[in-house]
């Protein structure tokens, strides 16, 4: 790697802590859950409600639903993006993601909530980030962030 | 590696073609789209629900929103899980996640079509395997295939 090479590289990164990007995004693998607590509409939504109120996150919309023979799908939309949630109880396994954006809120919280909550003895977190669109790294303002924020409909 | 933990790895190889899963998570970025789709809110949410229809799932739910300055976030709750978006107009970019689950419905269809609908001239996708928990690799029933399938609420 030349140093031209090593240099760029080093402009990408924010002294080791990764790159700037608009968006994080936790894939949340929540295995060996309460299996009784995954099976309850009531329950998911407020447990996925409670962690987007725990990260701090505006909410903007919520939909819940359940499905036969079981298992539970669920969509939290908030100002900073959105949660969601897809169970499996027959498995004891739920998929959940917490995509954020701007500084405010911490997704890393709500996972630990949710992890608890659920009662997951085998949970997994995989960090991607969304939206990394500017090579010199600059950190990129986010809507949510900006003063004039508000929601249109 | 010895040959017991080869013999391991292959079972959980179907074919070379990946493992099984209860669910296909395909992270979405549209890069260097047309801007003025990605701020008007009817477009968002119009080619959103189709590309759930183009890929032959049945949508439970839509919920799209506007914000100040700018920006669309908008989810599509399907029978098969989820579509989601968050456009940043101002970049030209937009996340989109595309999670499935089943045999059914083609989530590379509607992700094809996302791209041609929102001009994305930079696009990639990264697929991931939601719900890996068995390593035996038994091919796992999902919910949504069971003959029995119906929403509840």
Redesign the interface.
Known sequence: MSLRDRLSLQSLLKGGCGLHA??T?L?I?L?DCNRSALKD?KIVEEVMVSAARYAKATI??V?F???????I???V?I?E??L?I?T?P??G?A?V?I?T?GDVIKPEDAAQYLIERFGSRNPSI?E?K??I?SCSNEK?PH??C?V??????
Chains 1, 2 share one sequence.
């Open positions: 608009l968006g995004h894939l693998e295995r509409l903007v919309d939909s639903h359940e499905f036969n023979p079981f298992g799908s669920g969509m939309v100002a993006s959105h969601s897809h499996w027959e498995y396994y998929a993601d995509f954006c995989v991607m969304r939206g669109i990129l809507k949510v900006d004039g924020f508000q929601m249109v409909s």
